[in-house]
Protein backbone atom coordinates (compact mmCIF):
# COMPACT_ATOMS: atom_id res chain seq x y z
CA UNK A 1 0.00 0.00 0.00
CA UNK A 2 0.87 3.75 -0.80
CA UNK A 3 -0.90 5.15 2.60
CA UNK A 4 -0.34 4.42 6.64
CA UNK A 5 -1.26 6.37 9.63
CA UNK A 6 -0.01 6.34 12.98
CA UNK A 7 -0.54 8.44 16.07
CA UNK A 8 1.25 10.72 18.39
CA UNK A 9 0.38 13.59 20.14
CA UNK A 10 1.19 17.47 20.18
CA UNK A 11 1.96 19.79 22.88
CA UNK A 12 0.37 23.41 23.17
CA UNK A 13 1.63 24.51 26.44
CA UNK A 14 0.30 22.58 28.68
CA UNK A 15 -2.50 20.82 26.74
CA UNK A 16 -1.48 17.68 24.57
CA UNK A 17 -3.93 16.90 21.66
CA UNK A 18 -3.81 13.24 19.68
CA UNK A 19 -2.20 13.66 16.38
CA UNK A 20 -2.88 11.56 13.10
CA UNK A 21 0.79 11.07 11.49
CA UNK A 22 -0.33 10.38 7.59
CA UNK A 23 2.38 9.14 5.24
CA UNK A 24 1.30 9.11 1.61
CA UNK A 25 4.06 7.85 -1.25
CA UNK A 26 2.97 8.43 -4.93
CA UNK A 27 5.25 8.39 -8.14
CA UNK A 28 7.30 11.76 -9.22
CA UNK A 29 10.53 12.87 -7.76
CA UNK A 30 11.73 11.56 -4.80
CA UNK A 31 11.22 13.94 -2.27
CA UNK A 32 9.72 14.58 1.14
CA UNK A 33 7.00 17.34 2.12
CA UNK A 34 5.65 18.19 5.69
CA UNK A 35 2.35 19.73 6.05
CA UNK A 36 0.20 20.00 9.08
CA UNK A 37 2.13 23.64 10.78
CA UNK A 38 5.64 22.04 11.47
CA UNK A 39 8.30 24.39 13.19
CA UNK A 40 11.75 24.53 12.56
CA UNK A 41 12.94 21.62 14.59
CA UNK A 42 9.92 19.22 12.69
CA UNK A 43 11.13 20.13 9.50
CA UNK A 44 14.58 19.19 10.07
CA UNK A 45 12.74 15.86 10.81
CA UNK A 46 12.66 14.85 7.02
CA UNK A 47 16.98 14.63 7.03
CA UNK A 48 16.78 12.64 10.51
CA UNK A 49 14.05 10.22 9.96
CA UNK A 50 15.72 9.35 6.22
CA UNK A 51 19.59 8.94 7.74
CA UNK A 52 17.94 6.89 11.07
CA UNK A 53 15.54 4.64 8.61
CA UNK A 54 19.03 3.71 6.27
CA UNK A 55 21.28 3.74 9.20
CA UNK A 56 18.98 1.12 10.59
CA UNK A 57 19.13 -1.10 7.63
CA UNK A 58 15.86 -0.68 5.89
CA UNK A 59 15.87 0.82 2.34
CA UNK A 60 14.17 4.12 2.11
CA UNK A 61 11.62 4.43 -0.94
CA UNK A 62 12.67 6.73 -3.39
CA UNK A 63 8.91 8.22 -4.42
CA UNK A 64 7.80 11.55 -3.46
CA UNK A 65 6.89 11.41 0.13
CA UNK A 66 4.06 13.81 1.56
CA UNK A 67 4.06 13.52 5.34
CA UNK A 68 0.83 15.36 6.78
CA UNK A 69 -0.32 15.88 10.59
CA UNK A 70 -3.89 16.00 11.63
CA UNK A 71 -5.58 17.93 12.75
CA UNK A 72 -3.65 20.77 10.23
CA UNK A 73 -4.79 23.85 12.04
CA UNK A 74 -2.95 22.77 15.14
CA UNK A 75 0.64 23.82 15.67
CA UNK A 76 3.15 21.11 15.75
CA UNK A 77 6.28 21.84 17.55
CA UNK A 78 9.36 19.86 18.87
CA UNK A 79 11.07 16.82 17.53
CA UNK A 80 8.81 13.98 19.52
CA UNK A 81 7.07 13.22 16.37
CA UNK A 82 9.90 11.79 14.45
CA UNK A 83 9.72 8.20 15.70
CA UNK A 84 5.80 8.36 14.45
CA UNK A 85 7.12 9.90 10.74
CA UNK A 86 9.40 7.14 10.30
CA UNK A 87 6.85 4.24 10.92
CA UNK A 88 4.27 5.53 8.93
CA UNK A 89 6.50 5.99 5.60
CA UNK A 90 8.07 2.49 6.50
CA UNK A 91 4.28 1.33 6.53
CA UNK A 92 3.35 3.17 3.77
CA UNK A 93 6.16 1.51 1.66
CA UNK A 94 4.97 -1.87 2.66
CA UNK A 95 8.04 -2.36 5.11
CA UNK A 96 5.55 -2.71 7.89
CA UNK A 97 2.29 -4.08 9.09
CA UNK A 98 -0.40 -1.46 9.92
CA UNK A 99 -2.17 -3.78 12.27
CA UNK A 100 0.69 -3.64 14.86
CA UNK A 101 0.39 -0.19 15.44
CA UNK A 102 -3.23 0.39 15.66
CA UNK A 103 -4.19 2.36 18.57
CA UNK A 104 -0.62 3.02 19.72
CA UNK A 105 0.62 6.51 20.69
CA UNK A 106 4.54 6.39 19.31
CA UNK A 107 6.54 9.17 20.96
CA UNK A 108 10.33 9.46 20.56
CA UNK A 109 13.18 11.73 18.76
CA UNK A 110 15.35 9.81 16.03
CA UNK A 111 19.27 10.45 15.85
CA UNK A 112 20.78 10.17 12.78
CA UNK A 113 21.89 6.26 13.53
CA UNK A 114 18.49 5.13 14.69
CA UNK A 115 18.57 5.39 18.23
CA UNK A 116 15.53 6.68 19.87
CA UNK A 117 16.38 9.83 22.19
CA UNK A 118 14.04 11.21 25.05
CA UNK A 119 11.98 13.98 24.16
CA UNK A 120 10.40 16.88 26.63
CA UNK A 121 6.79 16.54 28.00
CA UNK A 122 6.26 12.76 27.71
CA UNK A 123 4.39 12.66 31.11
CA UNK A 124 1.34 15.28 29.75
CA UNK A 125 1.73 13.38 26.35
CA UNK A 126 0.84 9.97 27.83
CA UNK A 127 -1.71 11.93 30.21
CA UNK A 128 -2.96 13.24 26.68
CA UNK A 129 -3.23 9.87 25.32
CA UNK A 130 -4.90 8.44 28.31
CA UNK A 131 -7.81 11.29 28.01
CA UNK A 132 -8.17 10.32 24.40
CA UNK A 133 -8.78 6.45 25.12
CA UNK A 134 -5.39 5.53 24.05
CA UNK A 135 -4.26 2.35 26.13
CA UNK A 136 -1.07 1.75 24.67
CA UNK A 137 2.05 3.67 24.64
CA UNK A 138 5.68 3.45 22.69
CA UNK A 139 8.40 6.07 24.35
CA UNK A 140 12.10 6.65 24.59
CA UNK A 141 13.70 4.09 27.26
CA UNK A 142 14.99 7.58 28.74
CA UNK A 143 11.17 8.42 29.29
CA UNK A 144 9.86 4.87 30.27
CA UNK A 145 9.77 5.73 33.93
CA UNK A 146 8.15 8.81 33.58
CA UNK A 147 5.37 7.76 30.99
CA UNK A 148 4.40 4.80 33.55
CA UNK A 149 3.02 7.78 36.34
CA UNK A 150 -0.09 7.55 33.77
CA UNK A 151 -2.43 5.07 35.49
CA UNK A 152 -3.96 3.03 32.68
CA UNK A 153 -1.95 3.00 30.28
CA UNK A 154 0.55 0.51 28.84
CA UNK A 155 3.79 1.72 28.32
CA UNK A 156 6.83 0.05 26.37
CA UNK A 157 10.60 1.46 25.97
CA UNK A 158 12.30 1.35 22.87
CA UNK A 159 15.94 2.20 22.56
CA UNK A 160 16.14 1.97 18.62
CA UNK A 161 14.07 2.40 15.54
CA UNK A 162 15.98 -0.95 14.66
CA UNK A 163 13.78 -2.66 17.53
CA UNK A 164 10.97 -1.14 17.12
CA UNK A 165 10.94 -1.89 13.22
CA UNK A 166 11.77 -5.80 14.96
CA UNK A 167 8.86 -5.39 17.11
CA UNK A 168 6.19 -4.48 14.69
CA UNK A 169 7.48 -7.16 12.68
CA UNK A 170 7.20 -10.19 15.28
CA UNK A 171 11.04 -10.77 15.44
CA UNK A 172 11.72 -8.36 18.43
CA UNK A 173 10.75 -7.39 22.21
CA UNK A 174 9.89 -4.32 23.33
CA UNK A 175 11.73 -2.91 26.84
CA UNK A 176 10.52 -2.39 29.92
CA UNK A 177 10.37 0.44 32.00
CA UNK A 178 12.82 0.66 34.21
CA UNK A 179 11.81 -0.20 38.12
CA UNK A 180 10.71 3.09 40.30
CA UNK A 181 13.64 3.81 42.68
CA UNK A 182 13.00 4.24 46.42
CA UNK A 183 11.83 7.49 47.42
CA UNK A 184 14.53 9.81 48.77
CA UNK A 185 14.92 10.67 52.62
CA UNK A 186 13.23 14.24 52.45
CA UNK A 187 16.65 16.72 52.98
CA UNK A 188 16.82 20.65 52.68
CA UNK A 189 16.83 23.40 54.30
CA UNK A 190 15.47 23.59 57.89
CA UNK A 191 13.91 26.48 60.20
CA UNK A 192 15.82 25.26 63.22
CA UNK A 193 18.75 27.00 60.90
CA UNK A 194 16.83 30.66 61.48
CA UNK A 195 18.04 31.70 64.52
CA UNK A 196 15.83 34.37 66.38
CA UNK A 197 13.62 36.35 63.87
CA UNK A 198 10.45 35.08 65.41
CA UNK A 199 8.27 37.63 63.46
CA UNK A 200 9.44 36.49 60.30
CA UNK A 201 9.28 32.89 61.31
CA UNK A 202 5.53 33.54 62.63
CA UNK A 203 4.71 35.10 59.31
CA UNK A 204 5.96 32.36 57.22
CA UNK A 205 3.82 30.25 59.62
CA UNK A 206 0.64 32.15 58.67
CA UNK A 207 1.74 32.58 54.60
CA UNK A 208 1.95 28.60 54.81
CA UNK A 209 -1.27 28.02 56.41
CA UNK A 210 -3.39 30.33 54.25
CA UNK A 211 -1.49 30.14 50.70
CA UNK A 212 -0.87 33.86 50.97
CA UNK A 213 2.08 35.82 49.75
CA UNK A 214 4.93 37.46 52.03
CA UNK A 215 7.31 40.62 51.30
CA UNK A 216 10.17 40.88 53.90
CA UNK A 217 12.29 44.28 54.25
CA UNK A 218 15.32 44.76 55.98
CA UNK A 219 18.64 44.63 56.25
CA UNK A 220 21.44 42.61 54.23
CA UNK A 221 22.12 39.18 56.65
CA UNK A 222 19.25 39.42 58.44
CA UNK A 223 17.66 36.00 57.60
CA UNK A 224 15.19 37.29 54.55
CA UNK A 225 16.84 34.64 52.37
CA UNK A 226 16.95 31.94 54.79
CA UNK A 227 13.16 32.73 55.74
CA UNK A 228 11.89 32.24 52.33
CA UNK A 229 14.42 29.24 51.59
CA UNK A 230 12.55 27.22 54.26
CA UNK A 231 8.68 28.16 53.33
CA UNK A 232 8.71 24.71 51.34
CA UNK A 233 9.94 22.56 54.41
CA UNK A 234 6.68 23.67 56.15
CA UNK A 235 4.11 23.39 53.09
CA UNK A 236 2.37 19.88 52.50
CA UNK A 237 3.64 17.17 50.44
CA UNK A 238 1.49 17.41 46.84
CA UNK A 239 -1.61 15.62 46.55
CA UNK A 240 -1.73 13.48 43.05
CA UNK A 241 -3.55 15.57 40.82
CA UNK A 242 -0.82 18.69 41.61
CA UNK A 243 1.51 16.43 41.23
CA UNK A 244 0.84 15.58 37.88
CA UNK A 245 0.21 18.60 37.21
CA UNK A 246 3.60 20.14 38.36
CA UNK A 247 5.81 17.30 37.01
CA UNK A 248 4.36 17.61 33.84
CA UNK A 249 5.57 21.47 33.43
CA UNK A 250 8.87 20.15 34.50
CA UNK A 251 9.16 17.84 32.04
CA UNK A 252 7.32 20.30 29.25
CA UNK A 253 10.56 22.34 30.54
CA UNK A 254 13.10 19.68 30.28
CA UNK A 255 14.14 19.58 34.04
CA UNK A 256 12.54 16.35 35.40
CA UNK A 257 15.10 14.33 37.62
CA UNK A 258 16.37 11.59 35.87
CA UNK A 259 14.62 9.19 38.03
CA UNK A 260 11.09 10.61 36.54
CA UNK A 261 9.03 9.90 39.68
CA UNK A 262 6.14 12.53 40.51
CA UNK A 263 7.15 15.71 41.91
CA UNK A 264 5.69 15.49 45.60
CA UNK A 265 7.61 18.33 47.57
CA UNK A 266 6.41 21.82 46.59
CA UNK A 267 8.90 23.89 43.77
CA UNK A 268 10.84 26.30 44.77
CA UNK A 269 12.30 28.98 42.05
CA UNK A 270 14.68 31.90 42.53
CA UNK A 271 14.86 33.73 39.71
CA UNK A 272 18.26 35.88 39.90
CA UNK A 273 17.23 39.78 39.82
CA UNK A 274 18.85 40.00 36.29
CA UNK A 275 16.26 37.34 34.93
CA UNK A 276 14.48 38.42 31.66
CA UNK A 277 10.66 38.93 30.91
CA UNK A 278 10.45 35.69 29.03
CA UNK A 279 12.61 33.31 31.92
CA UNK A 280 10.35 34.79 34.58
CA UNK A 281 7.23 35.01 33.44
CA UNK A 282 7.45 32.61 30.23
CA UNK A 283 8.03 33.00 26.55
CA UNK A 284 10.88 31.65 23.41
CA UNK A 285 9.63 31.61 19.93
CA UNK A 286 7.23 29.96 18.18
CA UNK A 287 4.59 28.63 21.31
CA UNK A 288 6.46 29.56 24.53
CA UNK A 289 7.82 27.60 27.31
CA UNK A 290 6.93 27.60 30.78
CA UNK A 291 8.97 30.68 32.68
CA UNK A 292 9.93 30.48 36.81
CA UNK A 293 6.59 31.55 37.66
CA UNK A 294 4.88 28.46 36.35
CA UNK A 295 7.73 25.82 37.20
CA UNK A 296 6.94 27.40 40.75
CA UNK A 297 3.36 26.26 40.46
CA UNK A 298 2.05 24.83 43.69
CA UNK A 299 5.31 26.32 45.43
CA UNK A 300 7.52 29.32 46.28
CA UNK A 301 8.75 31.80 43.97
CA UNK A 302 11.10 33.37 45.95
CA UNK A 303 12.31 37.02 44.30
CA UNK A 304 15.60 37.83 46.09
CA UNK A 305 16.57 41.62 45.74
CA UNK A 306 13.07 42.34 44.82
CA UNK A 307 13.90 45.73 43.59
CA UNK A 308 16.76 45.20 41.15
CA UNK A 309 14.12 42.91 38.32
CA UNK A 310 13.18 44.98 35.50
CA UNK A 311 10.18 47.22 35.78
CA UNK A 312 8.25 45.12 33.19
CA UNK A 313 9.43 41.65 34.86
CA UNK A 314 8.00 42.89 38.33
CA UNK A 315 4.35 44.16 36.76
CA UNK A 316 3.75 40.95 34.38
CA UNK A 317 3.45 39.16 37.74
CA UNK A 318 0.18 41.28 38.70
CA UNK A 319 -2.44 39.27 36.73
CA UNK A 320 -0.99 35.95 37.20
CA UNK A 321 -1.40 36.56 41.16
CA UNK A 322 -4.71 37.36 40.76
CA UNK A 323 -5.94 34.47 37.82
CA UNK A 324 -3.10 31.74 38.83
CA UNK A 325 -2.38 31.37 35.50
CA UNK A 326 -0.34 32.65 32.86
CA UNK A 327 -1.59 33.21 28.53
CA UNK A 328 1.10 34.12 26.98
CA UNK A 329 0.24 35.38 23.17
CA UNK A 330 1.99 34.76 20.65
CA UNK A 331 2.00 34.81 16.49
CA UNK A 332 1.64 30.98 16.55
CA UNK A 333 -1.09 31.05 19.13
CA UNK A 334 -1.85 31.26 22.78
CA UNK A 335 -0.02 28.85 25.07
CA UNK A 336 -1.29 28.71 28.53
CA UNK A 337 0.12 27.34 32.02
CA UNK A 338 -1.19 27.09 35.44
CA UNK A 339 0.68 29.61 37.69
CA UNK A 340 -0.47 28.79 41.59
CA UNK A 341 2.02 30.18 43.53
CA UNK A 342 3.05 32.01 47.15
CA UNK A 343 5.32 34.87 45.56
CA UNK A 344 8.10 36.12 48.49
CA UNK A 345 9.56 39.30 47.99
CA UNK A 346 13.08 40.36 49.68
CA UNK A 347 14.24 43.81 49.62
CA UNK A 348 16.74 46.00 50.93
CA UNK A 349 15.68 49.39 52.70
CA UNK A 350 17.84 51.73 50.49
CA UNK A 351 20.55 51.30 47.87
CA UNK A 352 23.62 51.21 50.47
CA UNK A 353 21.76 48.34 52.23
CA UNK A 354 23.95 49.18 55.42
CA UNK A 355 23.71 45.77 57.82
CA UNK A 356 23.52 47.94 60.84
CA UNK A 357 19.71 49.23 59.32
CA UNK A 358 18.10 52.96 59.16
CA UNK A 359 20.46 54.50 61.84
CA UNK A 360 23.48 54.30 59.31
CA UNK A 361 21.64 54.67 56.46
CA UNK A 362 23.86 56.79 53.62
CA UNK A 363 20.91 57.17 51.51
CA UNK A 364 19.11 60.39 50.87
CA UNK A 365 15.32 60.13 51.65
CA UNK A 366 15.02 60.68 47.89
CA UNK A 367 17.41 57.77 47.32
CA UNK A 368 15.83 55.28 49.33
CA UNK A 369 11.80 56.70 48.14
CA UNK A 370 13.01 56.08 44.32
CA UNK A 371 14.66 52.08 45.46
CA UNK A 372 11.53 51.14 47.20
CA UNK A 373 9.20 52.66 44.47
CA UNK A 374 10.42 50.32 42.18
CA UNK A 375 7.89 47.83 43.90
CA UNK A 376 4.98 49.76 42.37
CA UNK A 377 2.30 50.06 44.51
CA UNK A 378 -0.31 47.56 42.73
CA UNK A 379 2.33 44.72 43.01
CA UNK A 380 2.60 45.13 46.63
CA UNK A 381 -1.15 45.46 47.38
CA UNK A 382 -1.45 41.93 45.87
CA UNK A 383 1.12 40.63 49.07
CA UNK A 384 -1.25 39.56 51.37
CA UNK A 385 2.21 39.79 54.22
CA UNK A 386 4.14 42.51 54.57
CA UNK A 387 6.94 42.70 57.34
CA UNK A 388 10.18 44.53 58.30
CA UNK A 389 13.01 42.09 59.62
CA UNK A 390 14.78 43.68 62.42
CA UNK A 391 19.11 43.50 62.17
CA UNK A 392 20.03 40.31 63.88
CA UNK A 393 21.92 41.30 67.29
CA UNK A 394 24.52 39.28 68.90
CA UNK A 395 21.66 37.88 71.48
CA UNK A 396 19.63 37.11 68.61
CA UNK A 397 23.22 35.08 66.89
CA UNK A 398 24.80 33.49 70.39
CA UNK A 399 21.20 32.10 71.73
CA UNK A 400 21.45 28.71 73.29
CA UNK A 401 18.18 28.03 72.87
CA UNK A 402 17.41 25.76 69.75
CA UNK A 403 14.91 27.10 67.32
CA UNK A 404 12.10 25.26 66.59
CA UNK A 405 12.57 22.42 63.73
CA UNK A 406 10.24 22.63 60.29
CA UNK A 407 8.53 19.48 61.23
CA UNK A 408 6.90 20.91 64.27
CA UNK A 409 5.89 23.93 62.23
CA UNK A 410 4.42 21.88 59.67
CA UNK A 411 2.36 19.86 61.60
CA UNK A 412 0.59 23.05 62.80
CA UNK A 413 0.45 24.16 59.03
CA UNK A 414 -1.11 20.87 58.15
CA UNK A 415 -3.94 21.33 60.83
CA UNK A 416 -4.55 24.57 59.91
CA UNK A 417 -5.20 23.40 56.10
CA UNK A 418 -7.05 20.63 57.18
CA UNK A 419 -9.82 23.07 58.63
CA UNK A 420 -9.79 25.09 56.02
CA UNK A 421 -10.42 23.04 53.36
CA UNK A 422 -13.45 21.48 55.57
CA UNK A 423 -14.49 24.71 55.40
CA UNK A 424 -13.95 25.81 51.86
CA UNK A 425 -13.70 22.58 49.63
CA UNK A 426 -17.42 21.94 49.16
CA UNK A 427 -17.09 25.41 47.29
CA UNK A 428 -13.67 24.40 44.70
CA UNK A 429 -11.07 26.55 47.56
CA UNK A 430 -8.32 24.68 49.41
CA UNK A 431 -6.63 27.30 51.63
CA UNK A 432 -8.26 30.76 52.62
CA UNK A 433 -5.62 33.09 50.01
CA UNK A 434 -8.21 31.53 47.32
CA UNK A 435 -11.13 32.51 48.61
CA UNK A 436 -13.32 35.68 46.57
CA UNK A 437 -13.51 38.42 48.72
CA UNK A 438 -16.78 39.08 47.97
CA UNK A 439 -17.62 35.25 49.63
CA UNK A 440 -16.08 36.52 52.80
CA UNK A 441 -18.19 39.26 53.09
CA UNK A 442 -21.40 37.68 53.11
CA UNK A 443 -23.06 35.55 55.76
CA UNK A 444 -22.67 33.46 56.90
CA UNK A 445 -18.76 34.46 56.71
CA UNK A 446 -19.19 37.82 57.48
CA UNK A 447 -17.53 38.57 60.54
CA UNK A 448 -19.73 41.27 63.12
CA UNK A 449 -19.26 44.71 62.51
CA UNK A 450 -17.53 45.54 65.74
CA UNK A 451 -14.59 42.73 64.84
CA UNK A 452 -13.60 45.01 61.56
CA UNK A 453 -14.63 48.28 62.54
CA UNK A 454 -11.04 49.35 62.32
CA UNK A 455 -10.44 48.01 58.68
CA UNK A 456 -14.14 49.84 57.49
CA UNK A 457 -12.25 52.91 58.88
CA UNK A 458 -9.11 52.65 56.81
CA UNK A 459 -10.93 51.83 53.91
CA UNK A 460 -13.24 55.19 54.46
CA UNK A 461 -10.26 57.14 54.97
CA UNK A 462 -8.15 55.84 51.78
CA UNK A 463 -5.48 53.95 54.13
CA UNK A 464 -7.02 50.54 52.29
CA UNK A 465 -7.41 49.72 49.40
CA UNK A 466 -10.74 46.90 49.03
CA UNK A 467 -8.11 44.38 47.23
CA UNK A 468 -6.38 45.28 50.95
CA UNK A 469 -9.54 44.72 52.77
CA UNK A 470 -10.11 41.65 51.77
CA UNK A 471 -6.48 40.41 52.16
CA UNK A 472 -6.87 41.17 55.63
CA UNK A 473 -10.07 39.13 55.81
CA UNK A 474 -8.07 36.61 54.51
CA UNK A 475 -5.15 36.49 56.96
CA UNK A 476 -7.47 37.07 59.84
CA UNK A 477 -8.80 33.21 58.82
CA UNK A 478 -5.23 31.84 58.47
CA UNK A 479 -4.54 33.07 61.96
CA UNK A 480 -7.42 31.64 63.61
CA UNK A 481 -7.26 28.05 61.68
CA UNK A 482 -3.61 28.11 63.32
CA UNK A 483 -5.27 28.97 66.93
CA UNK A 484 -7.62 26.25 66.47
CA UNK A 485 -10.42 28.57 66.22
CA UNK A 486 -13.60 28.28 64.10
CA UNK A 487 -13.83 31.74 63.33
CA UNK A 488 -11.49 34.73 63.72
CA UNK A 489 -12.01 37.18 65.96
CA UNK A 490 -11.31 41.16 66.29
CA UNK A 491 -7.70 40.41 67.54
CA UNK A 492 -7.04 38.38 64.89
CA UNK A 493 -7.86 41.06 62.47
CA UNK A 494 -6.47 43.29 64.25
CA UNK A 495 -3.21 41.03 63.82
CA UNK A 496 -4.04 40.29 60.22
CA UNK A 497 -4.27 44.31 59.57
CA UNK A 498 -0.31 44.60 61.17
CA UNK A 499 0.89 42.13 59.04
CA UNK A 500 -0.43 43.56 56.28
CA UNK A 501 0.43 47.06 56.82
CA UNK A 502 4.02 46.20 58.01
CA UNK A 503 3.49 47.39 61.62
CA UNK A 504 3.73 43.78 63.44
CA UNK A 505 6.21 43.03 66.38
CA UNK A 506 7.76 39.71 67.39
CA UNK A 507 5.07 37.79 69.44
CA UNK A 508 7.34 34.86 70.37
CA UNK A 509 4.24 33.66 72.56
CA UNK A 510 2.70 33.23 68.94
CA UNK A 511 5.50 31.31 67.02
CA UNK A 512 6.41 28.86 69.81
Not at 213 to 225: N, R, S
Not at 292 to 320: I, M, Y
Request: a neutral charge; hydrophobic letters at 45%; charged letters at 20%.
Amino acid sequence: MSYARVLCVGLVGLAGHLIEVEADLSPGLPAVVLTGLPDTALHEARDRVRAAVVNSGQAWPNRRITVNLLPATLPKHGSAFDLAIACALLAGAGELPTASLAGVVLLGELGLDGAVRPVRGVLPMVAAAARAGMTEVIVPLGNAREATVVPGVTVRAVDSLHRLVGYVRGEERLLDPPPAEPEPPGTGPDLADVAGQELGRYALEVAAAGGHHLAMLGPPGAGKTMLAERLPSILPALDDASALEVTALHSIAGLLPQDGRLVRRPPFQAPHHSASLAALVGGGSGLARPGALSLAHCGVLFLDEAPEFANAALQALRQPLESGRVLLARARGNTEYPARVQVVLAANPCPCANPAGDQWCECTATARRRYLGRLSGPLLDRIDIQIRIQPMSAAMLMTAAAAEESAAVAARVARARAAAAARWSAEGWRVNAQVPGPRLRQPPWRLPARDTASLRAGLDRGLLSARGFDRILRLAWSIADLDGRERPSGSDVDEAAQLRMGEAHDRTDRAS
